[in-house]
Every structure is written in structure tokens, then in C-alpha cells.
């Protein structure tokens, strides 16, 4: 630390991104990315824009918020919900930075509080804003605590689902969330609900106290284009826009806004690979129980694992020395592996290696 650093961030703890070794090729099981590239219609959205890159990026970010307003409009309809039009919608680079605006812009004031198991990130977030908040612990294993949650006087931010374990909250519980006090806002972080959930963009025409922001990193094979949406009422996304036009105007560059359009409109590619993704999830799950590992209940592209003869650690570097990698969380989940669903040739290597692990432990 510097002598020049504000005292304020002395003590802040910065949030740990999952490792992105170089020193050789892992099967890479431990940052939920996609295990597919993009599409080719994106990669050739993408290149088209390389001959501009003089010029600036639109800062309204139409055509990627058009493309948002008619894909999640459609989702939301087949839901039952109501349209989705493109000033319901906010963009950013990521959705991290769009969560750490929606921290910034609405609980500073009034707090938040999250389960205790859920995104990194949000405790983070909350000290670098200086927002109070409160870490509300599960009920049982894997299960959030939705009373308590209900109860608390703070905002609400909640990944659904849950971005440890991936366990799925079906809308009616966040629809009782949201109806239990409509003076609280309620962010729904959707990073992973492409894979098994319900999107509460559809709750959008019932609830003014609602913001749901959803990443193009999971789900749409977009890690690298830092890629994020919000939706919610007019009134919310300006507030957001006052925030994101008071940091950086063109936070979003011309290949990110083009691949993140085109991305959202390839509808038949999104499918194609989150069906692979969910197929892939639910044979590792099946095969890890048999190894007599204890999995998660997940709607995820990742599973939360532990074994009854083997520590979280253990597990990881057991996987790691057979060039699987996958994420040791430690702390409260140091029991623990979060481990990413990839393609099928990824769930071979894993399992492989996994088998391979307990049978070196003589389990
Ligand atoms: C991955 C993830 C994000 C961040 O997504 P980016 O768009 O890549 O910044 C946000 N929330 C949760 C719960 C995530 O898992």
C-alpha cells in the first residue's frame, strides 16, 4: 500500500477472480465460462466493426439494447409478463460493472442483504461504496434463507440462481420477495438462469421495486466481450444511465456492442448450446453421486461439490495435478469445489480425473 491511498480503502478486500494459468493447456472447469466460442454470426458481427475503431462507440448502445428489448420481450411474454421495450434496458461492461452501479446508485443509503453463500462480489462492491450490508445465513446446506431475507430492512441482492450453488428460487418466491415491501428494491442477478431458470423480467409490468441484470458471459459464450444488461422501469434505467454517463460514456466498444446484438438474435445457437450444457450437468451430477461425492441441486452450468473423505482443497489440487481445474472457494464453502459444466469431451476429462483422485485416496 502506498502512502497515497485514501485510509477508506486501507482495509478494503478486493474481490479474488477465479485463476487464468498460462504455465499449460487445463481443462478449464473454474470460471462458469461457456466451453463453446461464440457463434459465427458473432464473431462476424464483431470483425465487421475492426475497420471503425477510429471512431467511438455509440454511447446509447441501441442496437445492443434493441436486441436485449426483443429477446428478453420475448421471453417475458411466453412467461406471461409484459413487453420489454429498449428504455427498460441498461447496458455495461459486464454485468459486475452495472451491479456495481446499481450498489452505488440505490444502497448506499439503505444497505443491502444477500445470503450469506452467494456472489463474491457484492460484500466487495458494498465496502468499496461504503453501503452496510448483511450476510444472511443459509438454511441448511444449500438453501437460502427467504423469510429472513423477506424480513430485512435493507435492499435485496440476490443471484438466482444462487451463484455458489447453484440452487434456482422459482418466481413465486421473488414474487413474494418483491410483494413483502415495495419501499425496498429487489436485484435479481440472473447470471445463470439461462440454464435452468425462470427470468423475472417478466415481473417487471407487476413490480416498480424490481432490477434484474443478466450477463452475456455465462449463458452466450461471451466472457471475453464483458458484456452485462439491466432491466427494470424507465425510472430505475435512467438512474442507472445518470450513473454509467457520469463514469464512462463508452464503457461498451464497437466489436462488444455489435457481438452482444448479434448474440442475443441468435436464438437457435443460444439453445443449441445451453441444451449441450444442461445434458453435460445433469450426467455429472449422476456420476459424481456414484463416486460418492455430495453435488448441489443445481440449474447452473456448475455444480457445488464436496466429498465425505476428502477436503475442498484436497479435491482441487487432486484435480488440478491431472490438468482439471476447477474452483477451491475456501472460506465458509472449504469443504468445497465449484466445478464448471463444460462440453462433453470436459465432463469425460473430469469425471476421469476425479475417479482417478478417489482412487488414490482409497476411497
Ligand atoms: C459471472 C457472474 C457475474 C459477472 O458477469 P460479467 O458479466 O462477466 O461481469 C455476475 N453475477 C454473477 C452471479 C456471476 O456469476
Known sequence: MSRFL???????????????????????????????PPSPAVIAAADAEKGALNLYPDPTCLRLKEAAAKTYGELSRALGGGEITPDMVTVGNGSDELLAFA??????????????????????????????????PMKGEFEVDLPAL????????????????????PLSDIRKLLSANKDRLVLIDEAYCDFGGESAVSLLGEFDNLLVVTTLSKSRQLAGGRIGLAFSGREIVLDLEKIRYSFNPYALDRAAIAAGAAALLDGEYFDMTRTAVIGQRERMKEELLALGFTVSPSSANFVLARHPALSGEKIYEGLKARGVLVRYLGGRLSGYVRITVGSREDTDALLAAARDVCKEAKI
Open 150 to 169: 423477506a424480513d430485512s430492512p435493507r435492499n435485496i441482492l440476490l443471484a438466482n440462481p444462487n451463484a455458489q450453488t447453484g440452487v434456482y428460487l
Open 6 to 36: 485514501a485510509s477508506r480503502y486501507s482495509g478494503l478486500e478486493a474481490y479474488t477472480p477465479g485463476e487464468q494459468p498460462r504455465d499449460r493447456r487445463y481443462v478449464k472447469l473454474n470460471t462458469n465460462e461457456s466451453p463453446f
Open 103 to 136: 450498489v452505488l446508485a440505490f444502497f448506499t443509503e439503505r444497505g443491502a442483504a444477500f445470503p450469506a453463500v452467494g456472489y463474491g462480489f457484492y460484500p466487495v462492491f458494498c465496502s468499496l461504496f461504503g453501503a452496510a450490508y448483511d450476510e444472511l
